[in-house]
């Protein structure tokens, strides 16, 4: 079979056996699994990550065997416009931990029974928990009673003493005091409703975004630029690891997100994407390693 009808991951897997390569030797070099050069030589685009992530992985395999990139790039479109290459449900870092908890459940089955038995008593133990004091809930309920009745008579009895002893207020203190307790005690009362109101609307900022401008969180004012030339895998989280934005952008496209730094990054084909904070260039090859970039923006 010819270079040209070969698919990418025969080229690279003759290039390296030419080479006197073991595959050990290329998944050191590249920093990935064995078996992950292993499903590109056998183009098992099942078990890899999304198209993105795959078309980085090959043109880091063929620039360190020394063959132009290019042409394994072309045989992978290829191999996508026949509908070989199927895209991932999952995106690699999901994929990555689901291989962890199997490798745990592997390698230690017992550890992992005793933590399975271990949660099954502790939900138990709640469950009995939260259950049994409510056969006792009649202890309870007197406090409750004894609170509110002292609280409703106060604004009862002092309401009509306020209307007749006015005259007197020149005798004694004793009539008048009430009346201030109770003066002092309804502005709060009446200044509090209005209140309520004023955390609920969100910041006017929401409404004044450009056209096209994305907005991730429902605060902050920070700004990401990101411009393509090649198809690119785009993931952001927050500082608590929590998903903001995923999705796969295309060559030619530019997305404009807005929210609350610190922003996660991480870019499926780092090399076809250009990058601004706030405005300001963001160098991208410092944090790209095998043609996937991660970074940290706005600490």
Known sequence: ??????????????????????????????????????????????????????RGYLRAYAKLLDIDPDDVSSAFEAALARGEVRRADVSPLQRKQGRGVADVAQKHPGAVLTSAVGA??????????????????????????????????????????????????DQTNNVVAPVAVVATASVPAASAAPAAPSAKPLPARLSSDAPGVRRISASGDDRLTFSFTQDCWVEIKDAQGASLYSDLSKGGDTLELVGRAPFHILLGNAPAATLEFNNERVALSPHTRNNVGTLVLGQ
Do not use: Y
Not at 1 to 11: F, K, L, Q, T, V
Not at 20 to 27: E, S, V, Y
Not at 133 to 151: N, Y
């Open 1 to 54: 079979m010819s270079d040209a009808a070969a698919g990418p991951g025969a080229i690279v897997r003759a290039a390296r056996e030419a080479r006197g390569l073991t595959r050990q030797h290329i998944a050191d070099s590249l920093n990935l699994g064995q078996r992950v050069i292993e499903d590109i030589e056998t183009e098992n685009w099942a078990r890899l990550p999304t198209p993105a992530f795959t």
């Open 120 to 169: 099954v008593i502790c939900a138990v133990l709640i469950v009995l928990w939260t259950v049994w004091p409510t056969s006792k809930g009649s202890v309870a309920a007197p406090p409750v009673a004894a609170v509110a009745d002292p609280i409703v008579p106060k604004p009862l009895t002092v309401a009509p003493v306020a209307a007749e002893p006015a005259k007197e207020s």
